[in-house]
Every structure is written in C-alpha cells, then in structure tokens.
C-alpha cells in the first residue's frame, strides 16, 4: 500500500511539473540575424600580388546603415531579415537590441536580447528571448540623416590549394584552390587557432589553368580575379580589384561569370575527382 501511495505522488508531481512548462513559440525561437551590408573595398584600383596561403590580402569595410528609427527615443536601426521576419536592430543604452513588429501595425511590440561572438571580432550573430513591450513603440522609416549602425571589416584570404593535377615537374596544370571571407579586426590584426580575430563568412573557389585562367568575376560581390599561377608549397600569383555594392547579403547565393561568357571545362574537371591518381590532395588552412 506504501509502495503504490508513492508512485500516486511521484505521478501527480511529474504531472504538476510537466503542467508548468510552457513550450517556446516557433516565433519566439532564437533567430540568426542577416544584415544587409554596404561595402567599401580598400582600394578600386587593379592589384596583382604574390600572396601567401593563409594571409589576409583585401579588405572591405563593412557597414550596416539605418533604415528606421524610433522618434520617440532617438535610435537608428538597421534591419535584418531572419528565418521567421523581420528584426530591426540598433543600440539602446549602451548595448544592441533588436525590435520586433509582430503583428505589423507599425509599432513595435517585441523587444530582442542579441548575441555577438565570444571572441574578437564581436560581431553580431543572432536575437534571442523576445520581451512583450507593454505599451507598443511607434516607429518610421528614414529618408534623410541615416547613419551607420554598425561598422566592420572583411578580410579576404588565401586558403590554399585544394586539387590539382600535377605535370613532371611537380607544378601544376589545373588546379582548384579556395579563397576564404571573414570578419576580422584589421588587415594585420592577430588572428588564432581558437578563433580569436577571425569569424568565418564563407569560401569560393579559384582556378588555375596552365598557369593562366580566364577572369573571373564574383557576382554580387563584384569581386575579379585572375589566378596566373599556383604552387604546391601554397603561394599564389593573382590579379584582382573590386568596387562598391551596397545592400549585399552576405548569405545568399553567389554566381561566377567568366571572361568570354563560358565556363572553362577544367572548372567541372578539377571538382569531379575522376581520377585520384592524378588528383594531389592538400589541407585547408585551419
């Protein structure tokens, strides 16, 4: 009889508790935060280098203007698209909150906590833990007075050969090496093997072809480059410039367009890995 009295109240505990748990809204799950950039390179002027791999070469700066603001209080937002909406992002006393419009009268009703990397450079990464706002915050569009939310840098590196295929002289007749984007803290800023300075993006591929290849354009990054030659040992000879763009996602897909409008065979060669005998295989740059 004892026996089943305790496994009466254990039930009716597990019940209690299990009624007190509230189960997170779709919409009120963490969001990953989607700015859109304008970029500012370093320099629009043609560049040829000898670069090393895992050096940072070019940069751009990076910034997020506003597009609303909040009258009532004076704070400029820049918007951020997100798998479920729209957040409207800016900092509030001292630190970045982003604002929510749920149901689309023109106030906000949600308030967001953010969340930046734990290491240098903090750039923001996501909104978290929405706050009901008790009484709703109107908020407008701006048309002139905009100013930037958020400053920083992109670096571009050199992460190495990826493939190639080998003549007898040990150099390369084709080859696919990769170009790596991140948010860093300067063009000659430390960057560690833990992540401290350096914030990955995303990385594309270059091409080689009989130390030369056609040129190759990077769209919308409006991005061009010419690998002229490639060695085993990671160095690499290339030309390139790039121009302003503004409102770039940095997430969404990117094409390449190829001098003479035709991608080069060797392009789907190098990626097929046909023939692992001829295929030398090297590690990316951590």
């Given at each position: ?18 009624a ?9 799950r ?32 990076a910034?997020?203007g506003?597009t ?6 004076g ?16 900092s509030?006393?001292?630190?970045y909150?982003?604002?929510e ?14 969340n ?24 407008e569009?701006?048309?002139e ?15 190495g ?38 914030s ?6 270059l ?12 769209k ?8 002229i ?5 990671g ?30 065979e ?21």
């Open positions: 009889m004892m026996m089943k009295s305790k496994l009466l109240i254990g039930v009716v505990l597990l019940s209690l508790l299990g007190c748990v509230t189960p997170q809204l779709p919409q009120d963490p969001r990953i935060l989607n700015f859109r950039w304008d970029l500012q390179p370093e320099t629009t002027d043609v560049q040829s280098a000898e670069v090393e791999q895992g050096e940072v070469f070019f940069t751009w700066t910034i997020a506003a609303h603001q909040i009258p009532s209080l704070v400029q937002l820049a918007i951020s698209t997100t798998r479920l909406g729209k957040l409207f992002c800016g509030y006393q001292g630190k909150v982003c604002y419009d749920r149901d689309g009268n023109g106030a906000f009703d949600y308030v967001w906590q953010t930046s990397r734990s290491k240098s450079p903090n750039v923001l990464l996501s909104a978290s833990t929405p706050q009901l706002i008790e009484t709703e915050v109107p908020f569009s701006i048309s007075g905009a100013q930037p939310v958020m400053t920083n840098m992109v670096g571009l590196v050199f992460n050969p990826v493939r190639g295929m080998l003549n007898e002289d040990m150099k390369f007749t084709v080859a696919m090496g990769e170009f790596a984007m991140g948010w860093i803290n300067g063009k000659d800023g430390e960057r560690h093997p833990d992540g401290e300075g350096w990955p993006l995303r990385t594309f591929p091409l080689v072809i009989d130390d030369r290849a056609p040129k190759t354009i990077l919308p990054l409006e991005f061009t480059y010419t690998p030659s490639m060695t085993t040992s160095k690499l000879i290339v030309e390139y410039s790039a121009v302003p763009v503004s409102e770039m996602n940095l997430f969404e897909k990117w094409d390449f367009e190829f001098e003479g409008g035709k991608q080069p060797e392009w789907k060669e190098v990626g097929s890995r046909a023939k692992p005998a001829q295929v030398y295989a090297f590690p990316k740059t951590p």
